[in-house]
């Protein structure tokens, strides 16, 4: 119990550090930055550099020596985001490779995303999503950065629609005629087809 | 008889006490006395000048309070936007780091700034940055071009970078920022720019009071393989195992693209903040300066209605006392 509160205060300076961070939370520069720095300052000396986004960004921990027990879960979307450093037990992603389970001491990894069903897994209970496209990256400290273009819950997803959308789609691939047209109606397919058996499956 | 003798001592007196009213009104010197001659010869000096200036500050006081108020609300829905798209840019810079001092033979410098004015400084310190950088990345084989993205840069870079200017891009904000416009916006410079290097400057929105230039850089897939066989930063990205795709080369493209859009879209967002909290401080200020205006304008009316009324006072007065005496 005691472990768990002293965590819990760990953990509460990360966050309101993340929130609002004062300059001395900041790291130290990293050295890419000081090279820029140091040129920018020998051609343009009478302006400051501009920032650049490591100054902005929390340092992620570096890999553990033992695998940890959770994994940490960042999923973000264009327009929030979803989950922010959550440790979660297990997330299976949909990858072009099929579905893809990622547990904590998983190797590092760059996978690009397909239309398909996310499902986070915490304990007992499974969040599910269906994301429509984009990117994940696991990283060796147990850390998973999932980028969404766009990610809904399953239970918002009309079932009309989407066999209407699949059918539109087939005639539209039909009567394609470019191959521009073609890969759009193509496209369309997919996402329909995979929205289909995320509601069905 | 009694008349002329009376518009004789007027005259007389009236030199003496008029030298107070035109130092008074002389104060601020950029508006003319009007002396119209009233009956029996009275002088009075006209406040007109002063009225109609008074009348011109205080319309210009309600226009800038009223666009605050705009560029208040318009930040307020724009903020949130911005802070939940915050988390998008940051896996990518936890995974390719950033390398604003990477050496590339083709540079992109990416400015966005604002269609409309009367926000401040923001777009010049935009195209300042801009600048800085191509002076920055100047040298033998290397070369910098300019994809603008607004008015107020283009007016600027114009000016003296016109053969450097690839692609300009303006009235980004007529319909509502979305992820979806952005993504078409960023596959089109993709698409027509060359480039080693995509360098975006824009204004960070730190508070509504603080802004500050910032330049992301998205690297080619090309420098990012260069950049990781040579180790340093980007060194351990080849031990992480790329899943699906052809060859590594295309899943680093789509990657590239991809974290292209991402801090576009991002960054165009707090440009966007910067500019509604750059214009609030631009009007607040304004509208302050106005009513400062104002207030000495006041005073100064005040000062010439009362002078003017001394001096009729003091002409009858006088008038009257040598009629009796």
Same mark, same amino acid.
């Given at each position: 119990m005691l472990r768990r509160a002293s965590m819990l205060l760990a953990r509460r300076p990360i966050l309101a550090a993340r929130a609002r961070p004062f300059s001395t939370d900041l790291?130290?520069?990293p050295s890419a930055d000081a090279t820029f720095t140091e040129a920018w300052t020998k051609v343009i000396p009478n302006m400051d550099p501009p920032k650049t986004p490591l100054s902005f960004m929390q340092p992620r921990p570096p890999t553990p020596s033992s695998i940890p027990s959770k994994l940490t879960v960042n999923f973000v979307l264009p327009y929030a =985001?979803?989950?922010?450093?959550k440790e979660v037990d297990m997330v299976i992603v949909p990858a072009t490779t099929g579905q893809m389970g990622v547990l904590p001491g998983h190797v590092a990894t760059i996978a690009e995303l397909k239309p398909g069903v996310l499902s986070v897994h915490e304990g007992s209970e499974v969040t599910k999503y269906f994301v429509s496209s984009g990117f994940v990256f696991i990283h060796a400290n147990s850390f998973a950065d999932i980028i969404a273009v766009e990610a809904v819950p +399953? &239970?918002? +997803?009309d079932v009309n629609l989407v066999q209407k959308g699949l059918a539109e789609f087939t005639s539209k691939l039909s009567s394609a005629t470019t191959d521009l047209e073609k890969a759009e109606a193509q496209i369309g397919i997919d996402v329909h087809s995979a929205l289909n058996s995320a509601l069905t499956g | 008889m009694a008349m002329a003798a009376l518009r004789r001592e007027g005259r007389r007196f009236a030199p003496l006490i008029s030298p107070r009213p035109i130092t008074a009104v002389r104060s601020s010197p950029l508006y003319p006395t009007l002396e119209d001659e009233g009956p029996l010869g009275l002088r009075h000096i006209s406040t007109q000048v002063v009225r109609n200036r008074m009348k011109s500050v205080k319309n210009i006081q309600k226009i800038t309070k009223a666009m605050k108020m705009v560029a208040a609300s318009k930040l307020r829905a724009i903020q949130t936007k911005t802070e939940n798209s915050r988390g998008l840019w940051q896996p990518f810079t936890a995974l390719l780091g950033d390398l604003p001092s990477a050496d590339v033979k083709k540079n992109v410098v990416v400015t966005i700034s604002s *269609?409309? $004015? +009367?926000?401040? /400084?923001i777009n010049s310190t935009s195209v300042k940055i801009s600048k800085g950088l191509h002076k920055l990345n100047s040298g033998p084989e290397k070369e910098t071009k300019y994809v603008i993205l607004g008015e107020k840069a283009k007016a600027q870079l114009v000016r003296d970078s016109k053969k450097d200017i690839e692609l300009i891009i303006t009235e980004?904000?007529? #319909?509502? !920022? #979305?992820y979806t416009q952005v993504s078409v916006l960023a596959d089109e410079i993709l698409k027509n720019v060359e480039y080693d290097a995509l360098r975006i400057v824009f204004n960070k929105f730190q508070s509504v009071v603080s802004f500050v230039p910032t330049v992301s850089t998205v690297l080619s897939p090309e420098i990012v393989e260069r950049e990781a066989e040579s /180790? $340093?930063?980007?060194? *351990? !990205? &080849? =031990?992480y195992e790329v899943e699906g795709g052809e060859t590594k080369g295309e899943i680093l493209q789509n990657l590239a693209e991809f974290q292209f859009s991402c801090t576009m879209f991002n960054a165009v967002l707090e440009n966007a903040c910067s500019e509604q909290g750059a214009r609030m401080s631009a009007m607040d200020s304004s509208s302050r300066n106005a009513g400062d205006m104002l207030d000495r304008l006041t005073l100064t009316y005040n000062r010439t209605r009362q002078a003017s009324i001394t001096t009729e006072l003091i002409e009858i007065i006088s008038g009257a006392s040598a009629l009796e005496g």
């Open positions: 790291p130290a520069a =985001s979803e989950l922010a450093t +399953l &239970d918002r +997803l | *269609d409309k $004015g +009367l926000c401040g /400084g980004l904000q007529k #319909n509502p !920022l #979305n /180790g $340093g930063k980007l060194g *351990d !990205l &080849d =031990s």
